[in-house]
């Protein structure tokens, strides 16, 4: 079953071989903010990038993708050598003047141990090529596909967790009101208590008292915030659930999240309200650095 939440960090592999030819095909993704793919391919194997660009592109949106493929002949494979002629030859015209010098002639197994004499043909036919380009790109679809695999099962590993960090917001959500009710409270009687010396017995004061005092407990007022966080909360949790690449949608809402917290806490009266304010900001974090993982 497909995990509805996907990470960004994974490993796939795939091997495979044809004729006398055998490869190997890692995928590695990190964490990145939108699709990055670099390949390294065997030299002449230039289309093999392209395709792993577009079979990438394919099954993922988000996140730094490396590939390497490499190429080397099959265990047992024979080997093609040859001589270089040239290198030869031009060993021959020194041995020649050192025999002049009166130096042993060479050996046939001396001339071929030196350097650069004996090569191994590493050539690939036409025909040969298309037939590992074919093997290879079938393959690079296996490996990202097992990339994506590990990807996916990150995003379960993701999901109980973002959840858990959800349940944490919505508990301190909840406690913010109870104390948000405490705090307007608090402030009428606050007033109420203080209205008679602040007044002193003058003539219309006591009515601009209580009107600033209803512009303080306005602008102390978190109830919209609290609205607020509590939407975000269950937007939060929908996005988890959904199929996709719902990160940089995570990502926006945590901003969000943050922005009411920092709101509370300015508007906060309270030490209490205050102190659940900063828990909060705290979880919040917490949530955001998992969100950074996901696609």
């Known amino acids: 079953m497909t995990a509805a939440l996907s990470g960004m960090t994974g490993f796939g592999r795939a091997d495979g071989q044809s004729g006398e030819w055998a490869w190997s095909i890692e ?5 990145g903010r939108n699709l990055e793919v670099r390949t390294k391919s065997p030299p002449g194997f230039d289309a093999l990038d392209r395709a792993a660009r577009e079979l990438a592109q394919a099954r993922f949106q988000r996140g730094q993708v490396g ?7 099959a265990e047992g494979a024979a080997a093609q050598v040859r001589v270089n002629t040239e290198m030869l030859t031009a060993y021959l015209a020194r041995t020649r003047w050192l025999m002049e010098q009166g130096s042993a002639p060479p050996t046939a197994d001396g001339l071929l141990a030196l350097r650069g004499v004996l090569e191994t043909a590493d050539e690939i036919g036409a025909d040969a090529q298309a037939a590992l380009e074919a093997g290879m790109t079938t393959d690079l679809g296996a490996a990202l596909d097992a990339l994506k695999a590990a990807r996916e099962d990150e995003g379960a590993r993701l999901a109980p967790l973002l959840g858990g960090f959800l349940d944490r917001i919505a508990e301190l959500t909840r406690a913010a009101r109870g104390e948000a009710e405490a705090q307007t409270i ?3 009687e606050r007033f109420a208590r203080r209205v008679g010396e602040l007044t002193d017995g003058a003539d219309g004061l006591e009515e601009r008292v209580f009107q600033e005092a209803a512009m303080l407990a306005a602008r102390a007022d978190v109830r919209e915030e609290l609205d607020r966080l509590d939407a975000h909360t269950a937007s939060a949790r929908d996005l988890i659930a959904q199929a996709g690449a719902v990160g940089r949608r995570l990502d926006f809402l945590t901003q969000e999240f943050m922005r009411e917290a ?26 955001r650095e998992q969100v950074q993982n996901v696609e």
């Open 27 to 31: 995928a590695r993704s990190v964490n």
């Open 67 to 73: 590939v390497t493929i490499q190429l080397k002949r």
């Open 262 to 287: 920092n709101t509370l806490c300015s508007k906060a009266a309270t030490i209490a309200l205050t102190g659940l304010g900063l828990d909060l900001k705290a979880v919040i974090e917490q949530f």
């Open 186 to 188: 608090a402030i009428r």
